[in-house]
């Protein structure tokens, strides 16, 4: 989007709020969680006398701490049934680990046929533990990559780097222990966990829980802290949550110009995308498609941009729904699709207390409604829905049908481009969004089969498909190669990109352009 006119300056601290309502949400957290766990850890850097390079780095990882945790959601989906329930979890009393490793077994499985879970524990047994280990450390490592991404300074990446780190040198990946962590990352853990327990029971039972893991998961010196003032630290915290924590960013705000905010919302958007292997690239790709189509419309220049940043941000609620229903292959009960259709309002939750992303929102939220009143989430009908949301609707529909689905391989062009028409006959797509959308389409280009870091093109093709979760038997079924093959061609690709997983491999091919395969010109 470079190229169009600046407007006014943007905070990033508006942009990665939103985010944290939507990690709230994949945590089975009420919205705000993040934001008032954030308001503590700010107000212990504050009692501990942090300066304000490391309150902004306070402030930062505790909007992005948890973050990483979805990239995998997939992987957790397959092993345990339900990724968000998993995850909610994270939060209950410490037990003993052969307690903890009781639970997890009890949950391998859930949801499906006795023998399937039969099948799956079995599995899970064998490789699963295993890989759950290594997912469990790499998710302070892709939150940190994200901070890069949105060009964090150095002391705000450390923090998130040792995010589950523990006092005890117990914490993943379990290079650091006691004063070698960051104070930083110590104050956020803190924070994180105390306002669970605050919101559900009270000053006390905040206590508690600090006070029961001191010297093993939190620092002794920072419970000692929180607990000689609890009462100050943990008060008013509901008290206009979202307005709090934007005024209380610390002196060094980041502000971010128009294209600058493009980039942040682009980054944010493809760590959403990693939450199920059948998105991967997608939200960049709607946005590329609807901007150009937004063009051909003769939208003004304004309208674009704002059309743009809705494309990327149509699938933020996402992260509220769990990877059971997304990476189903079978057909959706009535339960799991009133799911699916709640998510654009979870998106426009996430988004609208935000003065930058509260038009985006708008448009954003409508891009699963139909003219014929057959979509979802509010059943909207006709000139109810604005013409911006029609094309992010008619992109999104047909970029979708490009991709593969678990329900399906990826459609042809033409094949995609007929259903978009019959959706227009049956009167449910928008006919000069349709038009536009497909006209853009017509000036596909076929990305470079040679990959970065010295990928041959038979290894471009590999990461492709290991990148959408297939297996090493799917992978070699679909190129006409063997099962060995295939998994020689994976060691190779992970040597060479540096990654030990499907996760890290996958935003590995999003950072290079290697994923979706294919791309849409775009405006100058």
Excluded at 321 to 348: C, F, H, Q, T
């Amino acid at each position: 989007m470079n190229g169009l006119v600046d407007r006014h300056p943007i905070r990033l601290a508006e942009l990665v709020a939103a985010l944290s309502l939507g990690i709230d949400l994949g945590f089975g957290q009420p919205m705000e969680h993040v934001l008032r766990q954030c308001l503590i850890a700010l107000r212990l850097a504050d009692q501990v006398g942090l300066d304000d390079a490391d309150r902004a780095a306070v402030y930062y990882a505790a909007l992005l701490v948890n973050v990483g945790c979805h990239t995998d959601a997939h992987e957790q989906a397959k092993w345990m049934g339900d990724d968000i329930a998993l995850k909610s979890k994270k939060f209950e009393p410490e037990t003993s680990a052969f307690r903890q490793m009781t639970d997890m077994m009890r949950m391998v499985g859930a949801g499906s046929p006795p023998l399937h879970r039969i099948r799956t524990g079995f599995s899970f047994a064998v490789s699963g533990r295993k890989d759950f280990d290594g997912m469990i450390a790499q998710h302070a490592r892709l939150a940190r990559v994200l901070g890069e991404q949105l060009d964090l300074p150095g002391p705000t990446l450390a923090a998130l780097g040792a995010s589950y780190e523990r006092w005890d040198g117990h914490g993943w990946p379990g290079k650091l222990a006691g004063e070698s962590i960051p104070m930083t990352a110590r104050i956020v853990q803190l924070a994180e966990f105390v306002e669970v327990a605050h919101r559900s029971e009270g000053v006390e039972a905040a206590k508690r829980v600090a006070e029961s893991r001191s010297g093993t998961q939190f620092d002794p010196r920072l419970v000692s802290t929180l607990c000689d003032d609890a009462d100050k630290l943990l008060g008013d915290l509901d008290a206009g949550s979202w307005d709090a924590v934007i005024g209380a960013e610390p002196s060094l705000a980041i502000v971010l110009t128009e294209d600058e905010c493009d980039a942040a919302l682009i980054a944010i958007a493809s760590f959403v995308d990693l939450k199920s292997p059948y998105t991967l690239g997608h939200s960049q790709a709607v946005a590329d498609l609807a901007a150009t189509s937004g063009a051909r419309l003769s939208l003004s220049t304004e309208d674009i941009r704002t059309l743009y940043r809705a494309a990327l941000v149509h699938d933020f609620g996402r992260l509220g729904v769990s990877n059971a229903i997304w990476d189903k292959k079978g057909p959706l009960g009535a339960g799991e699709w009133e799911r699916v259709r709640m998510y654009p309002y979870y998106g426009e939750r996430m988004l609208q207390q935000s003065e930058t992303l509260a038009p985006v929102a708008r448009i954003a939220v409508q891009h699963r409604e139909r003219l014929d009143g057959s979509g979802y989430p509010r059943g909207l009908q006709g000139s109810a829905i604005s013409r911006s949301a029609r094309i992010v609707g008619a992109a999104d529909a047909y970029q979708a049908m490009r991709e593969p689905r678990p329900h399906r391989p990826a459609l042809s062009a033409d094949v995609a481009a007929e259903e978009l028409r019959g959706e227009v006959r049956a009167g449910r797509l928008d006919a000069d969004a349709v038009d536009a959308v497909l006209t853009a389409a017509g000036h596909r280009v076929v990305r470079r089969r040679e990959g970065p870091a010295g990928l041959t093109a038979r290894e471009v093709e590999v990461l492709r498909l290991l990148a959408q979760g297939m297996s090493n038997r799917d992978i070699a079924a679909r190129l006409v190669i063997t099962p060995k093959t295939a998994g020689n061609h994976i060691e190779h690709i992970y040597t060479k990109i540096g990654a030990t997983n499907r996760t890290a491999a996958s935003v590995f091919a999003m950072q290079h352009g290697l994923l979706p395969e294919e791309g849409f010109t775009t405006l100058p």
